[in-house]
C-alpha cells in the first residue's frame, strides 16, 4: 500500500547524503498520508546505499507498525509527535554537521540575514535538554514532547526547524519534499551563521523589517515572490 509515497520517501531519505546532510545512517524522512492517517518512514538502521522503495515502513500514529519487513526508523515516536501536533506533511531528521554544531552548544541560529528570513521568520530555536527521566523512559516521544513545548509561542508553518540540544535538527512541511528542501535550507543558514559569528562576533541580528519582509514576500498572503 501506499506505494507512489513509499517512492517519494524513498527518494527524500535519499536526499540526505546527496545533500552532505547524514553520514552513515545518521538520519531520516518521513511522509504523511492524510486518506489513510498512516505515514512512511525509512527502516532503522539500513545504509543509503542499500536501501529501496519497497524497504519504507508504513505506520499509523499510535506507533503500530502496518506494512514493512524492517523495524521502523527509532525516531520514529517524534515523527509521530511531530505529526499530531503540527500536521504536517512530512518531517526530517538529520544530524547536518553545521546545525548540529548550534544544537550542540545549546544555541538557537539568530536571523542575520535575508537568506535566513527567507525561510524562518525569525531565530531557529534550540528546544530544551531533556531531563535525566526524560531521557531514560520514552527518550524519543519525549524529544519529539519538548520540541512541541518549545513551539508553544511560535508559529511551526513560520519556522519549520528546530535544533534538540546535544542531539541535531528536525525539519518538517506540508510534505516530504518541502521537510528535506528545508532541511537543506537550515544547514546553509547554520554555516552562514556561524562565520558571520567568526568575522563579527559582536554581530546584532537583522532588523525585523528584514525579517517580515523577506519572509513575508515568500510566504504571506501577500506574498509576490517567483511566478505567485
Ligand atoms: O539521532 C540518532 C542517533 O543519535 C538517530 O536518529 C539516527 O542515528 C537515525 O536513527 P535510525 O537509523 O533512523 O533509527
Not at 1 to 13: P, T
Not at 16 to 31: A, F, H, I, Q
Not at 105 to 127: K, N
Not at 184 to 199: G, H, N, P, S, Y
Amino acid at each position: 500500500m501506499l506505494e507512489a509515497l513509499k517512492q517519494q520517501v524513498f527518494e527524500q531519505n535519499m536526499e540526505l547524503p546527496k545533500r552532505g546532510l547524514v553520514t552513515y545512517t545518521w538520519g531520516n524522512v518521513s511522509g504523511f498520508d492524510n486518506e489513510t492517517g498512516y505515514f512512511v518512514i525509512k527502516p532503522s538502521g539500513i545504509d543509503y546505499d542499500v536501501l529501496k522503495p519497497e524497504d519504507m515502513v508504513v505506520m499509523d500514529l499510535e506507533g503500530n507498525k502496518i506494512e514493512g519487513k524492517y523495524k521502523p526508523s527509532s525516531d520514529t515516536p517524534t515523527h509521530i509527535e511531530l505529526y499530531k501536533a503540527f500536521k504536517v506533511g512530512g518531517v526530517v531528521h538529520t544530524h547536518s554537521p553545521w546545525a548540529t554544531s548550534w544544537a550542540q552548544a545549546g544555541r538557537s541560529i539568530p536571523c542575520y540575514g535575508t537568506t535566513h528570513a527567507d525561510y524562518f521568520y525569525g531565530p531557529v530555536p534550540c528546544a530544551r535538554s531533556l531531563t535525566a527521566e526524560e531521557i531514560s523512559e520514552a527518550y524519543e516521544k519525549n524529544t519529539g514532547l519538548v520540541i512541541v513545548e518549545t513551539f508553544k509561542d511560535l508559529n511551526p508553518d513560520y519556522v519549520q526547524a528546530v535544533l534538540c540540544t546535544n542531539h541535531g535538527t528536525f525539519t518538517w512541511g506540508k510534505d516530504a519534499d518541502e521537510a528535506v528542501h528545508n532541511a537543506v535550507v537550515l544547514e546553509e543558514v547554520a554555516k552562514m551563521a556561524c562565520r558571520t559569528e567568526m568575522i563579527r562576533p559582536d554581530v546584532k541580528p537583522a532588523p525585523d523589517v528584514i525579517k517580515e519582509k523577506h519572509f513575508m514576500r515568500k510566504h504571506g498572503a501577500n506574498a509576490y515572490y517567483g511566478q505567485i
